[in-house]
């Protein structure tokens, strides 16, 4: 077993659950996840956006954002706001939107 502690303030994650009415939603809004956010990610060093879609419920999907600097969770909710809420907002999914500081990593 591997046990990786951080550096307080060094590493911050947004993980995003959204559930949507029907999978063909879910898929289209993945794709415009993977077409928009390649423009932007730029904008945060070293950012990491891992997309995840439910095995159980393939209608569900998370975002889970990997960041180095607790301005850029701030800046992160700017650009979302700016080119994903108002697609998102077409599709009306469930949201759960998490923003926290990782502590540590256990891997086996």
């Known amino acids: 077993m591997n046990w990786k502690e951080f550096q307080p303030k060094t ?3 947004k993980t ?3 559930t949507f009415l029907s999978e063909q939603d879910c898929d289209m809004f993945i794709m ?3 077409q ?3 423009s932007y990610i730029s ?3 070293q950012a990491k956006l891992e997309i995840t ?3 159980e419920k393939p209608n569900t999907m998370q975002a889970i954002w990997t960041l180095k600097d ?3 969770l701030r800046k992160l909710n700017a650009l979302g706001q700016k080119i994903i809420k108002p697609y998102r907002d077409k599709l009306s999914p469930k949201v759960l939107d998490v923003d926290s ?3 540590c990593i256990i891997e086996g």
Do not use: D, F, G, M
Request: aromatic share 8%.
């Open 53 to 55: 879609k439910s095995i």
């Open 16 to 18: 995003i659950t959204n």
């Open 43 to 45: 904008e945060l060093p």
């Open 11 to 13: 590493r911050y994650r």
């Open 101 to 103: 500081e990782s502590l």
């Open 70 to 72: 607790a301005t850029h």
């Open 32 to 34: 415009v996840l993977k």
């Open 36 to 38: 928009q956010w390649p």
